[in-house]
């Protein structure tokens, strides 16, 4: 890794007449938000600027709803830039068909908060004492002296309260930010109500099916505890995939667990993998030792194989 600071990375960008933004599969409010939030400054201050994020899966709607995203585009008409930098991506391999567009860049920034990132632009700028990658990015918006239009504030409070879980965990600098937002004219309520708390009334009767099938294994884990439940794609039908990833906030509830996971079905024998810890396991060996990363309480991983092969291996890994 080539450690960083914001200021060198707003010299790069100012230094650039266009700049491409990339985030990360499964895009989810951090990704996004920081990839909107910069792009709109960096618009703002002249620049040709576009946004994009890989597939198969489409933008979830409530991010759909996020100022600046006349910015996005597919990812396969991207335009060539000056600078490309990926947001809130812990490797080049979360950011799918994109990984191409960075290879191919004059000069590549990396802003990401995960503690498992190894770094792989041409500036890194990566903090895991940042509880969300939005807040790094409004460093590189301030160091850029650009204005923080309650647009670009929306942008960025999206990643702070999806990645604190509405400020569950939040570290100090976060509610400094946070006030910051919403003294920018950020509508709070709105955007925890959108982002947060808001599902179609099928979720509420996938999640009564998954919690019915779900299972807890005190002994796991070195009697610490595993619980966890399988989302099946024909329980996602009619649902948006996004759906499915909340329910890790409710499984990861059981007390008598201090691991949870959620096994979701994304494809024929494919599998994405949630995991949260409570205070003691660390999960970012575990996740990368079954190809995936994050951060100490969160990560996650790809897998493929039967639903049966699947939880077998994390078990034998826990
Ligand atoms: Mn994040």
């Given at each position: 890794m080539n450690p960083t600071s914001s200021e060198a990375v707003a010299a790069a960008l100012g230094r650039a007449e266009s700049v491409t933004i990339v985030s990360h599969v499964r895009p989810d409010a951090d990704t996004i938000g920081s990839a909107l939030g910069l792009g709109s400054a960096l618009r703002d201050s002249g620049k040709r600027v576009q946004c994009a994020f890989p597939g198969p899966e489409r933008l979830p709607g409530p991010l759909r709803?996020?100022?600046?995203?006349?910015?996005l585009v597919d990812a396969g008409s991207l335009e060539r830039a000056d600078v490309v930098v990926a947001v809130d991506a812990a490797t080049a391999g979360r950011l799918g068909e994109l990984e191409a567009v960075l290879a191919a860049a004059p000069v590549t920034i990396c802003i990401d908060h995960h503690v498992s990132n190894p770094g792989f632009a041409d500036l890194d700028l990566i903090d895991p004492e940042s509880d969300c990658t939005t807040a790094i990015v409004l460093r590189v918006i301030d160091a850029l002296g650009a204005t923080l239009t309650v647009d670009i504030a929306t942008c960025l409070y999206a990643g702070l309260i999806t990645d604190t879980g509405s400020f569950k965990w939040a570290r100090p600098a976060s509610f400094a930010i946070a006030a910051r937002l919403t003294e920018a004219g950020v509508d709070a309520a709105r955007w925890s109500r959108t982002l947060l708390d808001s599902h179609p009334y099928r979720w509420l009767r996938m999640l009564s099916d998954v919690l019915e099938s779900s299972v807890l294994d005190e002994t796991a884990c070195g009697g610490l505890g595993l619980v966890y439940a399988v989302v099946t794609a024909d329980q996602m039908a009619e649902m948006n995939w996004d759906e499915a990833e909340s329910v890790i906030d409710v499984v990861r509830?059981?007390?008598?667990?201090e691991v949870a996971a959620v096994f979701k079905e994304v494809g024929s024998r494919r599998w994405a993998v949630s995991l949260r810890s409570k205070?003691?396991?660390?999960l970012v060996p575990i996740a990368r030792s079954l190809g995936g990363g994050g951060h100490v309480r969160a990560s996650g991983y790809s897998d493929t194989g039967t639903r049966d092969d699947v939880i077998a291996r994390l078990r034998a890994t826990l």
């Amino acid at each position: 890794m080539n450690p960083t600071s914001s200021e060198a990375v707003a010299a790069a960008l100012g230094r650039a007449e266009s700049v491409t933004i990339v985030s990360h599969v499964r895009p989810d409010a951090d990704t996004i938000g920081s990839a909107l939030g910069l792009g709109s400054a960096l618009r703002d201050s002249g620049k040709r600027v576009q946004c994009a994020f890989p597939g198969p899966e489409r933008l979830p709607g409530p991010l759909r709803e996020l100022p600046g995203t006349d910015l996005l585009v597919d990812a396969g008409s991207l335009e060539r830039a000056d600078v490309v930098v990926a947001v809130d991506a812990a490797t080049a391999g979360r950011l799918g068909e994109l990984e191409a567009v960075l290879a191919a860049a004059p000069v590549t920034i990396c802003i990401d908060h995960h503690v498992s990132n190894p770094g792989f632009a041409d500036l890194d700028l990566i903090d895991p004492e940042s509880d969300c990658t939005t807040a790094i990015v409004l460093r590189v918006i301030d160091a850029l002296g650009a204005t923080l239009t309650v647009d670009i504030a929306t942008c960025l409070y999206a990643g702070l309260i999806t990645d604190t879980g509405s400020f569950k965990w939040a570290r100090p600098a976060s509610f400094a930010i946070a006030a910051r937002l919403t003294e920018a004219g950020v509508d709070a309520a709105r955007w925890s109500r959108t982002l947060l708390d808001s599902h179609p009334y099928r979720w509420l009767r996938m999640l009564s099916d998954v919690l019915e099938s779900s299972v807890l294994d005190e002994t796991a884990c070195g009697g610490l505890g595993l619980v966890y439940a399988v989302v099946t794609a024909d329980q996602m039908a009619e649902m948006n995939w996004d759906e499915a990833e909340s329910v890790i906030d409710v499984v990861r509830t059981a007390r008598e667990a201090e691991v949870a996971a959620v096994f979701k079905e994304v494809g024929s024998r494919r599998w994405a993998v949630s995991l949260r810890s409570k205070t003691v396991v660390d999960l970012v060996p575990i996740a990368r030792s079954l190809g995936g990363g994050g951060h100490v309480r969160a990560s996650g991983y790809s897998d493929t194989g039967t639903r049966d092969d699947v939880i077998a291996r994390l078990r034998a890994t826990l």
